[in-house]
T-cell receptor
Framework: QKEVEQDPGPLSVPEGAIVSLNCTYS??????FMWYRQYSRKGPELLMY????GNKEDGRFTAQVDKSSKYISLFIRDSQPSDSATYLC???????????FGSGTRLLVRP | GAVVSQHPSRVICKSGTSVKIECRSL??????MFWYRQFPKQSLMLMAT?????????EQGVEKDKFLINHASLTLSTLTVTSAHPEDSSFYIC??????????FGSGTQLSVL
């Protein structure tokens, strides 16, 4: 079993839809949770960074962490074609930067 | 946010040659940098941690003699793939922690070994 599981997709939605992306994990010691967006053949771009459980909102993006269920989510409101990319979740136990990544979910937002 | 510059973005080489990839932190100093490898439709796998002024730390299964890492200054780390073979073809990405303790990534290098 992988430490971090993420549905690879692809997930195809119409423009304007609300997108829900998820990851589950097995290591209860994870405390720092991140979402990265990666366009094809580019480096990942940090979208959201959260510590422990709870919600965090930034513009059209909302990150949720449920440590009791070992489940994290990223919601994208009013999705745009420019949101089409692969979304990677990442997490670690401390701030040592040794991140464990999910395999990424490919999102396609249709105009 | 912090900017990490990686060069080249793409390289094609013959089997048996060596390839050097550079990773620079442009507006901050990085005593530590990280090198990842990503195969198509797979996640990023940490290869090694580059430490300024000391030896790199390699993850299990990564050959240190094949993937030479040098971190000679606070803004530059290099990864050299020695005697590259077709199985080394992959997307290599570096990263560095910014001043706000978040990890920032370079734009990646697509290596194709013929």
């Amino acid at each position: 079993q992988k430490e971090v599981e993420q549905d690879p997709g692809p997930l195809s939605v119409p423009e304007g839809a609300i997108v829900s992306l998820n990851c589950t994990y097995s290591n209860s010691a994870f405390q720092y949770f991140m979402w990265y967006r990666q366009y094809s053949r580019k480096g990942p771009e940090l979208l959201m960074y959260t510590y422990s459980s709870g919600n965090k909102e930034d513009g059209r993006f909302t990150a949720q962490v449920d440590k009791s269920s070992k489940y994290i989510s990223l919601f994208i409101r009013d999705s745009q074609p420019s949101d089409s990319a692969t979304y990677l979740c990442a997490m670690n136990e401390d701030s040592s930067y040794k991140l464990i990544f999910g395999s990424g979910t490919r999102l396609l937002v249709r105009p | 946010g912090a900017v990490v510059s990686q060069h080249p973005s793409r390289v094609i080489c013959k089997s048996g040659t060596s390839v050097k990839i550079e990773c620079r932190s442009l507006d901050f100093q990085a005593t530590t940098m990280f090198w990842y490898r990503q195969f198509p439709k797979q996640s990023l796998m940490l290869m090694a941690t580059s430490n300024e002024g000391s030896k790199a730390t390699y993850e299990q299964g990564v050959e240190k003699d094949k993937f030479l890492i040098n971190h000679a200054s606070l803004t530059l780390s290099t990864l050299t793939v020695t005697s590259a073979h077709p199985e080394d073809s992959s997307f290599y990405i570096c990263s560095a922690p910014g001043t706000n303790e978040k990890l920032f990534f370079g734009s990646g290098t697509q290596l194709s070994v013929l």
